[in-house]
């Protein structure tokens, strides 16, 4: 039979004319040779995995993992079709498989950090945990073609990521306050430093504009008087060439008539009066010309002076105002700040607290279980012993090495005594053979009465091998 294989397909052929395995996108399948279709396409597997950081401290770890044969290499082909075509990609066998190579990894690598390095180095965590997995997975000819690790959750019980998260977003907010504050100052301290140098630009082009204004007019005034002068300058000369001429006149006429001489006296007292008047009005306008001078200088110079100091006193004004409003502001910084480190005390203290109570919480817990522990292996030894109390107690003592204890402080307390034992016998009772035994013999017979004695003040016997107490 010929087989063909689907594009994202293989054929896995075994049998008779070949080796191992053979694969092929077509082929013969002849009698006696065995045809398997598997298929290429990546599958998606959704994972929670529950880890433990080197605190001891639990999280989950979600992921998803689109893992599927690795078609551009034919060894990782023959691995995937020797040891999983077989099993569907979606079967129990698969899921399992690569949910405990993937849960088997991250818990080795979060076990080797703390959850704050598991936290911050997050992305290098990630791309650890793909790398360790992808190795592991070679093995069976799978390639990890997209992994997708959502963010760290808590165990329930376990809020250590969501106390983190309150702590930044509590900076965060605090730092939001102080960069809101400072843009609210920085932005109200311009405005002000604009307003006063646009006050200060106004004033000054103000003043200069009437200096220039007052300028102007007086060299306006200056022309005007000098064009007058002028003019009546030439004027003057216009009638002195009259004059003249009329002079002239006046003198031929005498050589003809005999009045001509009064007539050129008369013309002549005629034109010095009239340059006395001429004279005299120069030298008033000149005056009024000297006059207006002074006073648009004064005038002038005293506009300036007043504009000067107006500016000074409001420019003082407005000194003092800024001093005022900075001192405000101090203030309100230096309150905004005892109030700030009184929250963050507040909040320390309190996590202080709450660290402080968990760990009394897990000791206690750590002390029950360890009570429940001992009572546990001391009812598993008394049954072994058949309920036997005093068998339970010689062999806690023994296993605890009481009676080396006992002996070691007993060797301890008479050690560099060096002690002498003599026994005295004058030989009138017995022979002498026996002379040494009575006396052992009498250190034994006041052991009864001994551990009698112990017995009734501690409850204590005494081990089998030395002896058992009678019930009378």
């Known amino acids: 039979m010929y ?4 594009a994202s397909e293989y054929l896995v052929i075994t049998g008779i004319g070949i080796k191992d395995i053979k694969l092929a996108k077509k082929a013969w399948v002849f009698p006696g040779q065995s045809c398997t279709v598997f298929e290429l396409s990546p599958v998606n597997y959704t994972f929670e995995v529950q880890a433990m950081s080197s605190e001891k401290l639990p999280f989950i770890l979600p992921a998803v993992f689109t893992i599927g044969p690795r078609v551009d290499d034919t060894d990782s082909l023959l691995k995937y079709a020797r040891l999983l075509s077989s099993h569907d990609k ?3 066998h698969v899921n399992e498989l690569v949910q405990g190579i993937i849960e088997g990894e991250t818990r080795v690598l979060a076990a080797s950090m703390t959850m704050e390095d598991v936290f911050r180095g997050t992305k290098s965590f990630k791309q650890e945990v793909f790398d360790k997995v992808q190795l592991e997975l070679n093995q069976f000819g799978l ?15 376990h809020e250590y990521f969501s106390y983190l998260g309150q702590k930044i977003q509590m900076e965060a907010a605090n730092q939001a ?5 400072e843009a609210k100052m920085k932005g109200e301290v311009g405005a002000k430093m604009r307003e006063g140098e646009t006050q200060q630009n106004a004033a000054r082009i103000n003043a200069e504009t009437k200096i220039v204004s007052t300028q102007r007019n007086g060299e306006g005034v200056k022309e005007e008087i000098k064009v007058k002068t002028e003019v009546k300058v030439f004027e003057n000369e216009r009638e002195a060439e009259v004059a003249q001429a009329n002079s002239d006149l006046a003198q031929k006429k005498a050589m003809w008539e005999k009045t001509a001489q009064v007539a050129k006296v008369e013309a002549t007292k005629a034109v010095a009066m009239r340059e006395a008047e001429l004279q005299r009005e120069v030298e008033r306008m000149n005056a009024l010309t000297r006059t207006e001078k002074l006073k648009a200088e004064f005038l002038s110079k005293a506009n300036v ?4 100091k107006v500016q000074e006193a409001n420019w003082e004004l407005y000194r003092q105002q800024k001093v005022a409003e900075a001192t405000l502001f101090e203030k309100e910084k230096e309150a905004q700040a005892e109030k700030a480190m009184a929250e963050a005390k507040y909040f320390r203290e309190q996590k202080a607290a709450e660290a402080e109570l968990f760990a009394k919480k897990k000791e206690a817990e750590g002390l029950m279980l360890m009570g429940q522990a001992q009572g546990a292996y001391l009812s598993t030894l008394l049954g072994a012993l058949g309920g036997n109390y005093t068998n339970l107690r010689d062999y806690l003592m023994i296993n605890s090495g009481m009676f080396q204890d ?3 402080t007993n060797a301890e307390a008479i050690r560099g005594l060096h002690p002498k034992i003599s026994i005295w016998n004058n030989g009138g009772e017995g022979s002498d053979s ?3 035994m009575k006396d052992v013999a009498g250190v034994y017979k006041m052991l009864p009465p001994l551990l009698n004695t112990v017995h009734e003040q501690t409850g204590m016997l005494p081990p089998p091998w030395m002896g058992t107490l009678s019930s009378d």
């Open 3 to 6: 087989r063909v294989a689907k």
């Open 90 to 92: 979606l079967s129990n």
């Open 143 to 157: 390639f990890i073609y997209n992994a997708n690790v959502k963010q760290l959750v808590d165990v329930p019980g």
């Open 177 to 181: 306050k102080v960069d809101v504050a």
């Open 305 to 308: 002076e007043y504009e000067t």
């Open 406 to 408: 006992i002996a070691r």
């Open 434 to 436: 026996g002379v040494g």
